[in-house]
C-alpha cells in the first residue's frame, strides 16, 4: 500500500546518457512534483505539475523534463547526463495546496 | 539565495528533555510553513504545518511557532524519544506558486537515552 513509489531505487550510468525515473502515487492527488538532494543535503524543488500546469524551477536545465501519462504518474527524463547530475532524486504529490507526501528516493550515480 | 536557512546543522538533546528546532526565511511572500522529519534512505515525512495566519499550531508532543515579524518559526518536541533521533527539514510556501516548497539545508537531531 505504498503511497508514493519511485523506480529505480538506485541508477548508476555513465555520463551522456539518457535514462528516465518513474514515479506512482495511490493517494488520489491531482499535484506532482520533483526535488533534487544534492551532495550538501540541500532539498530543491524542480517541477510542479498538475493537469492544468506545468511550473518549472528556472535553474533546472532543459535537459530534464517530467512526462505525466495520466493523474498518477510524473516520470522523470534527464538527456545526456552530467556528473553533476549525482543525487538523490524524489518525488512527491499533493491534494491541491495541501501537505506534499514524498516518495523513497531514487539515487543517481553518473560516472 | 538561501530564503530558508536553518543555522544548526545538528542538535543533541537528552532523551525527555525539549528539543527546539530553529528555521529563519527571508521571503515575506511564503504563507504556509512545514517540517519535514527524514531517515535515512528514506523520503522526507510531513510532520507539522502553520499558516502565516497563525502563530502556533500544536499536534501532540509537536508544537510549531510562527513569529512572522522577525521571519522565524521553530518546532518544539516535548519530551523528546530516542526515536525522534533524524534530520528535521523546515520548508515553506509561496500561494501561487504552484505549491512548490522551499526547504532549509536540515538540522540533524540526536536523541540520547
Known amino acids: 500500500d505504498t503511497a508514493v513509489s519511485q523506480t529505480p531505487k538506485y541508477l548508476v550510468t555513465q555520463m551522456g546518457n539518457d535514462k528516465s525515473i518513474k514515479c506512482e502515487q495511490n493517494l488520489g492527488h491531482d499535484t506532482m512534483y520533483w526535488y533534487k538532494q544534492d551532495s550538501k543535503k540541500f532539498l530543491k524543488i524542480m517541477f510542479s505539475?498538475?493537469?492544468?500546469?506545468?511550473?518549472i524551477n528556472e535553474t533546472v536545465p532543459n535537459r530534464f523534463s517530467p512526462k505525466s501519462p495520466d493523474k498518477a504518474h510524473l516520470n522523470l527524463h534527464i538527456n545526456s547526463l552530467e556528473l553533476g547530475d549525482s543525487a538523490v532524486y524524489f518525488c512527491a504529490s499533493s491534494l491541491r495546496t495541501y501537505e506534499q507526501y514524498f516518495g523513497p528516493g531514487t539515487r543517481l550515480t553518473v560516472t | 539565495d538561501q530564503q530558508v536557512k536553518q543555522n544548526s546543522p545538528s542538535l543533541s538533546v537528552q532523551e525527555g528533555r525539549i528539543s527546539i528546532l530553529n528555521c529563519d526565511y527571508t521571503?515575506?511572500?511564503?504563507?504556509?510553513f512545514l517540517w519535514y522529519k527524514k531517515y535515512p534512505a528514506e523520503g522526507p515525512t510531513f510532520l507539522i504545518s502553520i499558516s502565516s495566519i497563525k502563530d502556533k499550531n500544536e499536534d501532540g508532543r509537536f508544537t510549531v511557532f510562527l513569529n512572522k515579524s522577525a521571519k522565524h518559526l521553530s518546532l518544539h518536541i516535548v519530551p523528546s524519544q530516542p526515536g525522534d533521533s533524524a534530520v528535521y527539514f523546515c520548508?515553506?510556501?509561496?500561494?501561487?506558486?504552484?505549491?512548490?516548497?522551499?526547504f532549509g539545508g536540515g538540522t540533524r537531531l540526536m536523541v540520547k537515552p
Open positions: 521571503n515575506s511572500m511564503f504563507d504556509y
Open positions: 520548508a515553506a510556501q509561496r500561494n501561487n506558486a504552484g505549491n512548490m516548497l522551499t
Open positions: 505539475y498538475n493537469n492544468k500546469e506545468l511550473i
